[in-house]
């Protein structure tokens, strides 16, 4: 089996099958791929698997300014799923892979699956372990899978009553899907009772509405991303990772999206994987299957990692991790469309995944005001040239009149490699240097809990 030793991460080749007469591998054409969605994940997917030899076109819909300067890729600006069914049928697409959430929690799985049209990502049903914290929280307390102790309140007295119950810190979370801002770690009890009146007082939280909140225990540790592949039974664990999601330096601050990653993540030890993979990976998708409700695409365990390398989920998401996709892209030295292939054919017992031994590191330029109201319309000046050791990557960007403007809170992710996690941390804030638009916010310590170690 291959493994990622190298900058302390554990063995990710742990493909975990079930038994199964290997079969030939696909003979592969002159293909078109579809990405779907616009932000840095989505970039990054679609500029790896425009690598891919002999592939002729990658399609991002509808992608964003970085994407339509990538070679071999090209932007269709469409989001309605029945259009991008059409499209994808129009334009004989082999394969299409769903970057963000929502159009996963919309069902655009079932509509392309119903349509004949082969695409990488969970259904809408089992795509509930993200669209709903409730639902997610239920199933791991179902199927004995390590969490926060937790409590779930439609109604808002009933939900205060129970934060002055628990006490603080405590944590607050939107039900639904978001974009990201749906969590409030709260110091204080005054701060649940805040959080808790925003989210079911106004019901909207990060563009979505929410109707109900789940409260959880506070978690001492360290937090990871751990990221996988699924094909309904079998799963192919990915490169393991660690973002940061405080807005400032120390992490301090509100949530984001998330302001920087870095991969491989030391904190996930050799026991730490072995663990994730045998407590939380493979119940869950034996649990979903028992349940009916077979789960295939990527799946992302939100990891508490404890001192005694206990580990307990602190959430789903059902898709690849934003930032974590751009560092672990930038690793990746497997063919992506052959891991793809295998995974929608149900055949992730087949193959395994090899990478970089060095470490990748990504910093995330956003906007003024983020992770508020963020400002959009400035001009993005001095964006350097991709190379092998280094890319910025698109997340909030336009195009217009000839200039690359910012149209979201997280604008680029710039992302290096290195031999080892200054190296690669140096690369990045080095490539950052020239780039430049009003308002522009970065951390300055990405990867310092590496560098701790």
Same mark, same amino acid.
């Given at each position: 089996?291959?493994?990622?030793?190298?900058?302390?991460?554990?063995?990710?080749?742990?493909?975990?099958?079930?038994?199964?007469?290997?079969?030939?591998?696909?003979?592969?054409?002159?293909?078109?791929?579809? !990405?779907?969605?616009? *932000?840095?994940?989505?970039?990054?997917? %679609?500029?790896? +698997? =425009?690598?891919?030899? /002999?592939?002729?076109?990658?399609?991002?819909?509808?992608?964003?300014?970085?994407?339509?300067?990538?070679?071999?890729?090209?932007?269709?600006?469409?989001?309605?799923?029945?259009?991008?069914?059409?499209f994808a049928e129009q334009q004989g697409v082999a394969l299409t892979v769903v970057g963000p959430e929502a159009p996963l929690?919309?069902?655009?799985?079932?509509?392309?699956?119903?349509?004949?049209?082969?695409?990488?990502?969970?259904?809408?049903?089992?795509?509930?372990?993200?669209?709903?914290?409730?639902?997610?929280?239920?199933?791991?307390?179902?199927?004995?899978?390590?969490?926060?102790?937790?409590?779930?309140?439609?109604?808002?007295?009933?939900?205060?009553?129970? !934060?002055?119950?628990? *006490?603080?810190?405590?944590?607050?979370? %939107?039900?639904? +899907? =978001?974009?990201?801002? /749906?969590?409030?770690?709260?110091?204080?009890?005054?701060?649940?009772?805040?959080?808790?009146?925003?989210?079911?007082?106004?019901?909207?939280?990060?563009?979505?509405?929410?109707?109900?909140?789940?409260?959880?225990?506070?978690?001492?540790?360290?937090?990871?991303?751990?990221?996988?592949?699924?094909?309904?039974?079998?799963?192919?664990?990915?490169?393991?990772?660690?973002?940061?999601?405080?807005?400032?330096?120390?992490?301090?601050?509100?949530?984001?999206?998330?302001?920087?990653?870095?991969?491989?993540?030391?904190?996930?030890?050799?026991?730490?994987?072995?663990?994730?993979?045998?407590?939380?990976?493979?119940?869950?998708?034996?649990?979903?299957?028992?349940?009916?409700?077979?789960?295939?695409?990527?799946?992302?365990?939100?990891?508490?990692?404890?001192?005694?390398?206990?580990?307990?989920?602190?959430?789903?998401?059902?898709?690849?991790?934003?930032?974590?996709?751009?560092?672990?892209?930038?690793?990746?030295?497997?063919?992506?469309?052959?891991?793809?292939?295998?995974?929608?054919?149900?055949?992730?017992?087949?193959?395994?995944?090899?990478?970089?031994?060095?470490?990748?590191?990504?910093?995330?330029?956003?906007?003024?005001?983020?992770?508020?109201?963020?400002?959009?319309?400035?001009?993005?000046?001095?964006?350097?040239?991709?190379?092998?050791?280094?890319?910025?990557?698109?997340?909030?960007?336009?195009?217009?009149?000839?200039?690359?403007?910012?149209?979201?809170?997280?604008?680029?992710?710039?992302?290096?490699?290195?031999?080892?996690?200054?190296?690669?941390?140096?690369?990045?804030?080095?490539?950052?240097?020239?780039?430049?638009?009003?308002?522009m916010q970065y951390r300055r310590d990405i990867g310092h809990r590496a560098l701790s170690r």
């Amino acid at each position: 089996m291959v493994s990622e030793f190298g900058g302390g991460d554990a063995p990710v080749s742990g493909v975990h099958r079930v038994p199964r007469k290997k079969g030939a591998g696909n003979e592969r054409g002159i293909m078109r791929l579809l !990405v779907i969605g616009s *932000g840095g994940r989505e970039h990054a997917l %679609a500029w790896r +698997l =425009a690598k891919t030899p /002999g592939l002729q076109k990658v399609f991002v819909a509808p992608g964003n300014a970085g994407t339509a300067h990538e070679h071999g890729v090209e932007n269709v600006d469409l989001a309605d799923p029945q259009a991008l069914a059409d499209f994808a049928e129009q334009q004989g697409v082999a394969l299409t892979v769903v970057g963000p959430e929502a159009p996963l929690a919309g069902g655009i799985v079932n509509l392309f699956r119903a349509r004949g049209l082969k695409i990488f990502g969970p259904t809408r049903e089992a795509a509930q372990l993200e669209s709903s914290k409730d639902f997610a929280k239920r199933f791991m307390v179902r199927h004995g899978i390590p969490t926060a102790r937790f409590a779930s309140f439609a109604d808002g007295r009933a939900a205060h009553a129970y !934060v002055e119950q628990q *006490g603080a810190p405590i944590v607050v979370k %939107a039900d639904g +899907l =978001a974009a990201g801002k /749906g969590v409030v770690v709260a110091l204080s009890v005054a701060e649940a009772h805040a959080a808790i009146d925003s989210m079911l007082g106004d019901k909207r939280v990060g563009g979505q509405e929410t109707a109900r909140v789940v409260i959880e225990e506070y978690l001492e540790g360290e937090e990871a991303s751990f990221i996988v592949m699924v094909d309904g039974k079998n799963v192919l664990a990915l490169a393991s990772s660690q973002d940061h999601k405080r807005i400032g330096d120390g992490d301090r601050g509100p949530n984001t999206g998330g302001m920087g990653a870095y991969s491989p993540a030391p904190v996930v030890t050799p026991e730490v994987h072995a663990r994730t993979m045998r407590e939380i990976i493979l119940p869950t998708v034996r649990g979903m299957a028992a349940d009916g409700i077979p789960y295939t695409g990527f799946l992302y365990a939100g990891l508490m990692i404890g001192k005694d390398a206990s580990v307990k989920t602190v959430e789903f998401n059902c898709r690849l991790g934003d930032p974590e996709t751009q560092p672990i892209m930038m690793r990746l030295k497997s063919d992506l469309l052959n891991l793809l292939e295998h995974a929608v054919a149900g055949r992730l017992d087949e193959v395994e995944a090899s990478w970089d031994r060095r470490v990748a590191l990504g910093v995330v330029l956003a906007a003024a005001n983020y992770p508020g109201q963020p400002r959009t319309g400035d001009v993005i000046l001095g964006l350097p040239p991709g190379s092998d050791d280094s890319h910025v990557f698109h997340a909030g960007t336009t195009g217009k009149d000839g200039r690359i403007l910012t149209s979201g809170g997280r604008v680029l992710c710039v992302t290096a490699l290195g031999d080892n996690i200054r190296q690669a941390q140096k690369r990045a804030y080095d490539a950052i240097v020239g780039i430049h638009f009003d308002g522009m916010q970065y951390r300055r310590d990405i990867g310092h809990r590496a560098l701790s170690r």
